[in-house]
């Protein structure tokens, strides 16, 4: 099938396209939500300057959907209604365990009438960063949660040595709860490395 992502720019949404382009199916289309308010994408605030390089090194167009919260919802919707149009057939997320986000997915694709991919559903959070590094992906910690981590491990690439001193303070190894977020900038699906 070909798919659009809900790519992020971090480790579980590369991870993910990836998995997805392993098991036979068709990277098509990237889409990342972009908060007008801020002038960067939610989460893992990161320029459009930026993403545009990243969807350049993978070869694939990006669909920027610039909202807020207030109507995250409702334009995110209207970007998986375009996606059907332009011929996707699935979108897959990077979601590993939360019930909620999955459900709230499921029912977004449904509305549009693409099928949800869930490539890393159920995965151990340790298990999918330590596959994450070891299929030679390079990711930076781009955001932190400040009341969680020092500001020493911002900037810093994500290693398995990093991600167990993540642990050691008490933070989730996957940032599942905000602690971190990543950019990748070079793996497996990319081109060319992403220079920032």
Same mark, same amino acid.
């Given at each position: ?20 382009? +392993?098991?036979?199916? &068709? ?8 908060? %007008? ?28 959907? +610039?909202?807020?919260?207030? &109507?995250?919802? %409702? ?8 996606? +059907? ?17 999955? +459900?709230?997915?499921?029912?977004? #694709? ?23 590094? %070891?299929?030679?992906?390079?990711? *930076?910690?781009? *955001?932190?949660?400040? &009341? #969680? ?11 398995? &040595? ?35």
């Amino acid at each position: 099938m070909k798919f659009a992502i809900s790519y992020s720019g971090g480790k579980e949404s590369a991870l993910a396209a990836y998995r997805a382009i +392993k098991d036979g199916h &068709e990277l098509a289309l990237l889409i990342t939500t972009y908060n %007008d308010d801020d002038g960067h994408s939610h989460f893992h605030n990161l320029s459009e300057e930026l993403l545009k390089r990243v969807s350049e090194s993978l070869g694939v167009p990006l669909m920027l959907v +610039k909202t807020n919260t207030a &109507e995250y919802a %409702d334009n995110f919707e209207s970007a998986l209604l375009q996606a +059907k149009k332009m011929g996707i057939q699935a979108c897959v997320f990077g979601d590993i365990d939360f019930e909620d986000n999955r +459900k709230w997915w499921d029912e977004k #694709c449904k509305k549009a009438g693409l099928v949800p991919l869930f490539p890393l559903w159920g995965q151990g959070r340790k298990e999918t960063v330590y596959e994450f590094i %070891d299929s030679g992906f390079v990711a *930076t910690i781009a *955001t932190i949660n400040s &009341e #969680c981590l020092s500001g020493d491990f911002l900037g810093q690439k994500l290693t398995k &040595e990093l991600a167990e001193r993540i642990v050691a303070t008490g933070a989730d190894i996957c940032g599942e709860n905000g602690e971190y977020h990543t950019f990748v900038s070079d793996g497996p699906i990319f081109r060319t490395p992403v220079d920032f």
